[in-house]
C-alpha cells in the first residue's frame, strides 16, 4: 500500500447549524468511502463569529 500525503488549506464552510470542510474534487479517488484518513486542524486564522454573519 502506498501512503500519500495531501496538505490543503481551506476555509471551514456552514451548512445549516454545523460548520464543514468541503473536501477538493482533486482527491475524490483518493477518498473513497472507507478510507482511514488522518486530519489535523492548524487555526491558522480565527473568524471573529460576528462579522462571518
Known sequence: MELK??????????????????VPKLLEQKLSPGTIVKITFEILEWQNESSSQ
Open 5 to 22: 500525503q495531501f496538505t490543503i488549506t481551506k476555509k471551514v464552510a456552514k451548512h445549516g447549524s454545523q460548520a464543514i470542510v468541503v
